[in-house]
């Protein structure tokens, strides 16, 4: 499942830079692509979103959190959890004042209006953003994916210190010796990525 990590990160962080480059354009007015690159962007959208939906699901399973996005939210780097909020409310607005006017469908073969990607690019930011932040956290924290335990090996919710069962501290299990990357080293992945 970790081995989903790395390729969701990669994913997601060039549809971001695409998504970025494509909104800019649209708002000034220009189309850079064809119909393939974005029926491809779209589709690569559609699948960050199910690996991460995956990943949040697991990290759920994990931890014993029931609202595992919103947990995993809280376990991200601030400008992280800022960013995935951020793209999601910018998405609404552009979806809002879009609806109505045709640009928020896609029909194979049309000829993509500024108006359109504009739309479209705002939910690709969201979604691609969504599939960085879930990456980029797990990545920095193994533990959310692999769980916790304590030394006796009863498993530990992921906001617990303590084992609910023997009372003893938990521990991360099979992540002890991974690296978590500081704060510092995910904001240089990030301009890496850009
Ligand atoms: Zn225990």
New binding site residues.
């Given amino acids: 499942m970790i081995a989903l990590v790395v390729p969701l990160f990669v994913l997601s962080a060039a549809g971001l830079a695409v998504a970025a480059v494509s909104h800019v354009a649209a708002w000034l007015g220009v189309v850079p692509f064809s119909n393939a690159t974005f029926e491809v962007v779209t589709g690569g959208m559609g699948i960050t979103f199910l690996a991460a939906t995956f990943l949040i699901i697991r990290v759920g399973q994990a931890t014993g959190e029931a609202q595992a996005f919103k947990f995993l939210l809280t376990q991200a780097v601030w400008w992280v959890r800022a960013l995935v909020i951020g793209l999601f409310v910018y998405m609404l607005v552009i979806a809002i004042a879009a609806s109505g006017t045709g640009s928020n469908s896609y029909v194979v073969g049309e000829v993509i209006s500024a108006a359109k990607l504009r739309t479209f690019s705002a939910a690709w930011l969201a979604l691609y953003g969504i599939g960085f932040a879930v990456s980029l956290t797990i990545r920095g924290k193994p533990a959310l994916l692999l769980g916790r335990k304590?030394?006796?090996?009863?498993p530990?919710r992921a906001s617990d210190q303590f084992?609910a069962?023997?009372?003893?501290p938990a521990v991360n299990s099979q992540a002890r010796n991974q690296q978590t990357p500081t704060p510092k080293s995910n904001k240089l992945l990030f301009f890496l990525a850009f």
């Fill in positions: 304590c030394p006796a090996g009863h530990v084992c069962t023997c009372g003893a």
